[in-house]
């Protein structure tokens, strides 16, 4: 696509349950990041996918988080059992690559509100 | 621990004057450091920055980097209430396939 999609834009849900983000990069991007950005917070990295692999997992803040990307493309990032600090947007990057001149370009993210 | 600082953490200006926002940061391997616009969710590209001393220019906006005392600027000239946003700096570490380490932001605020 023209850009990276996000979905859904918004979220609801109760403490406890599981939730689904959904990522698709830009068409041809290998690299693919996901960000968290609290209220009134930078953005904090959380994972990161070249193709369909996760070097680096090491912003997940607890085994509730997951997330993987298949086919070089989509990305889901699952988030269980839910809390109110999980409450954030969500915000997806990808990059056609990862050297020094490669600029990432993000989703419209997806605002997670946890009751 | 990458560390980024931004500042001012906000700013209230009248359209017509100029700021300028300032980045400084930790990094280890450092390669190089962009600036994105927020406004609503989606942060939108400014500027990468990868050489000392060299000033990129976009119309209004333009920013340079400091890698020997590890810092950058964002100026912004004739400032309009459309560039109302959050800025974000983030340099890039060369030890973690291109990660970005993002500050909290500096939030700019332009009165007619």
């Known amino acids: 696509g023209a850009g990276v999609s996000q979905s859904p834009s918004n979220k609801v849900t109760e403490k406890g349950k599981d939730v689904e983000l959904r990522c698709d990069p830009i068409?041809?991007?290998?690299?693919l990041y996901w960000y968290r950005q609290s209220l009134g917070q930078g953005l904090e990295f959380l994972i990161y996918f070249q193709g369909n692999s996760a070097p680096d997992k090491s912003g997940l803040p607890s085994d509730r988080f997951s997330a993987e990307r298949t086919g070089g493309s989509v990305s889901t990032l699952t988030i269980q059992r839910t809390q109110q600090e999980d409450s954030a947007v969500y915000l997806c990057a990808s990059s056609q690559g990862t050297g020094p001149g490669e600029t990432q370009y993000f989703g419209p993210g997806t605002r997670l509100l946890v009751l | 621990e990458d560390k980024v600082v931004q500042s001012p953490l906000s700013l209230v200006v009248h359209e017509g004057d100029t700021v300028t926002l300032n980045c400084s940061y930790e990094v280890t391997n450092f390669r190089s450091l962009l600036w994105y616009k927020q406004e609503k969710k989606a942060p939108t590209f400014l500027f990468m920055l990868?050489?000392?001393?060299i000033e990129k220019k976009s119309g209004r906006l333009s920013s340079i980097l400091d890698k020997k005392e590890l810092f950058s600027i964002l100026n912004i000239t004739a400032t309009q209430t459309g560039d109302s946003a959050i800025y974000l700096c983030?340099?890039?570490?060369?030890?973690?396939?291109?990660?970005?380490?993002f500050g909290q932001g500096t939030i700019l605020t332009v009165h007619p």
């Open positions: 990868t050489s000392s001393g």
């Open positions: 068409s041809g991007h290998t690299a």
């Open positions: 983030a340099p890039r570490s060369g030890t973690s396939y291109g990660k970005l380490t």
